[in-house]
């Protein structure tokens, strides 16, 4: 007959289990930053290709090389991971994210092609990048909201705030570059630029937030933060809002600009691959933690006879509950000398790594809010995800608040949302 | 190499993984059921005759006798369960639950020995049987908790809060009866009392709102409602209820109000019987509608060439995005049709789940609430769980609030509750 102790080691082992798990996930999200970094470049170069910069060619050659080797690493990584079901936490989820992606790089050829034979628009093409980036960005989004530890909760949430504000900072280098090559400032590109560098800063204030045990990753933020200060990318962004005030700018600039974002991004990459190589370090140490743990409550186990059982009800009065609440008690090490005391330990551990999760769980609800929002507008109002969007960013603009805030209002108002009636089958 | 149809099936195939985990988590509601069943009517016994009631000994011997079988039947089901890793979703928590109820089991026999020799006051032995119920349905709530179904969590959080309910009212049974033996109804009983209803009530209303689905046990539910309206337990609730004004109730009618409780208690037994075996057929009809929906993916899978990729990047203009958005489009059967509009599809359908899940959860959000203000307290004022748990109690019942907004308000003021400093060495 299976003892109590029986089932507490079955629940370590349910522990170790779920942060092998986490390690797989984990493992992908290098592979994934690495092509997003490319496919960066790539929006980027494309961008002034397709503005006219008939020098840039050669370099976006280049480039999409060196986009194909990234894309095929992360096809290896996705090829080796063990799909069957149990292999990974919150499957469903991340395969349909990952599924989702690689229609996007099997989208990506044709979308070279056009390119090359500028057959789109720089405007297209960028807006395209960004739809895929954001689609392998969904798969770190993904890996962070399933992962059941909370110190390497804390490190995915710093990794995917990261890649986010990175992904800013990239869009920002398109869409000045993009004013630089056409060689006009038109004010909804400014305000679009100033609200990058806005969100740029939320991300990466999230990110020192939550990477306070990446001690590699954090240095050398720190690092580039303080060269950037002192840098190009300063002078030029300068430059670039005086010269808003009449609506040109110096086209003939456009590469320099390039240049001091690419460094900065550059060095970014840098601190992503350190976080990288850090997460999977806390996933290496935590499962040898847990197995150390582990093989301590076996052998107790084997003897446990020698552990005496403790006493189970409580001579103290308890008081009336209106429900019957889960019996925790406080833990001493005298406790933890019984079985129960272990059992108790085990019980007020997990309690504490839940309430630590739902926390850092909770940087990630205003993105879903947000989602969710959408989605409420896109069924009941018909709209496509990208007028559903427009929808709430303009109400935030016109009322002066947060995107969030406005998302919120609109899930609080669900109720008067009437669904648009189908319509007639004839 | 891996093609996104699948990492499509994949998705499927964890789902359909999870609700087999699901399955057999739901598999020990029933046996838990029953041996909550079993306590509940040894307790009251118990409590008949520790209250000098003699001519119960025999009844309470033989009832002895019944919850052993649902205990073994308990420990059998426990037995067959598979607790290796990644056999049942959330093992860790539901295991370290499952170590704690068999300690409880464990200490039993020797409760009933003190019970037997009249060594313990019924208030004593009251608890205790308390403490054990309670640590079974933590077994319940655990399930419920994992549930990665809506429909599924939905039926789970309805047995939860009956289950709930039931021993609310198992406690009314045992606490009424206790004042009957001893003749007196003291101001504090009366008050408990009222809330015991009030709370029944309370979880009542939870199951009628989410046992939608389930029929039978809806039904049952209802036709015990209009019988105990007409039936012995309103008239013994008002005899006790008018008696409470001169505080004396007539010892002789012990018998009687057990027996109303009883027969009230045992028809909420049929409906949980109910509401168990519905519960089992929703997650058999869930796993074969997976099932069937996979196997159509798969033979689509065998014809990928068949199915056309369809445009991942969208024609219509994208807005400025300040997080890279999540990409759900409107979904249409023009675009199932193609492997991206499965893709979407299943994106679409996970996030809903997602949404209505997280609705169906929030439900059980109001007792992690008080759990976790009640760890606070103990943690920073160094109290035991039951001191922590009448704290909370005493102030919502002073400023006339419900007990979760104290915690709430608790948790809110965390940081003004200083940690005790701990009391020097010698």
Excluded at 260 to 278: K, N, P, S, Y
């Amino acid at each position: 007959m299976k003892s109590g102790m029986a089932f507490l080691v079955a629940a370590r082992q349910c522990e170790i289990h779920e942060l092998q798990q986490l390690m797989r996930t984990s493992a992908l999200v290098r592979p994934a930053g690495e092509c997003v970094h490319e496919l960066q470049r790539e929006r980027g170069l494309s961008n002034l290709w397709l503005g006219g910069g008939n020098d840039f060619g050669r370099g976006l050659e280049l480039q999409v090389e060196r986009t194909r080797r990234s894309e095929s690493a992360l096809r290896a990584a996705l090829e080796e991971l063990d799909t069957s079901a149990g292999r990974i936490g919150n499957g469903a989820r991340l395969y349909s994210r990952i599924a989702y992606a690689l229609q996007g790089l099997d989208a990506l050829p044709a979308l070279r092609a056009d390119v090359a034979a500028r057959r789109v628009a720089a405007d297209f093409s960028t807006r395209a990048f960004m739809q895929l980036i954001a689609a392998l960005l969904a798969v770190v989004f993904e890996a962070a909201d399933s992962a059941t530890d909370p110190g390497i909760s804390r490190c995915l949430v710093a990794m995917f705030h990261f890649l986010q504000g990175k992904e800013l900072a990239g869009q920002e280098r398109a869409t000045v570059a993009a004013a630089f090559t056409c060689g006009r400032l038109d004010a909804a590109t400014l305000q679009h630029w100033l609200h990058l560098v806005d969100s740029q800063d939320r991300c990466f204030a999230v990110f020192v937030e939550f990477a306070t045990d990446a001690v590699n990753a954090m240095a050398q933020w720190r690092t580039l933060e303080s060269s950037t200060r002192t840098g190009a990318l300063p002078r030029m962004r300068a430059l670039a809002l005086a010269a808003a005030a009449d609506s040109q700018l110096p086209s003939a600039r456009s590469r320099d600009w390039f240049e001091a974002c690419t460094q900065r991004i550059d060095g970014m990459h840098e601190v992503e691959r350190a976080l990288a190589a850090e997460l999977l370090t806390l996933c290496r140490t935590r499962i040898a933690e847990a197995e150390a743990d582990l093989a301590a409550r076996q052998a107790l186990l084997d003897d446990v006879a020698g552990v005496p059982a403790g006493t189970f009800f409580d001579a103290e009065p308890a008081p009336r509950t209106d429900t019957a609440a889960l019996v925790t008690v406080p833990i001493g090490p005298q406790l933890e000398r019984s079985v129960l005391g272990m059992v108790q330990e085990q019980s007020h551990r997990l309690q504490a790594m839940g309430d630590e999760l739902e926390a850092v769980r909770a940087t990630l609800s205003e993105r879903k809010v947000v989602e969710r929002a959408k989605g409420l507008l896109m069924a009941h109002r018909r709209l496509s995800e990208a007028e559903a969007h427009r929808m709430l960013r303009e109400t935030a603009m016109n009322q002066n608040r947060r995107l969030v805030d406005v998302a919120e209002s609109v899930l609080a108002m669900s109720d008067l949302l009437a669904p648009v009636p189908p319509a007639p089958m004839r």
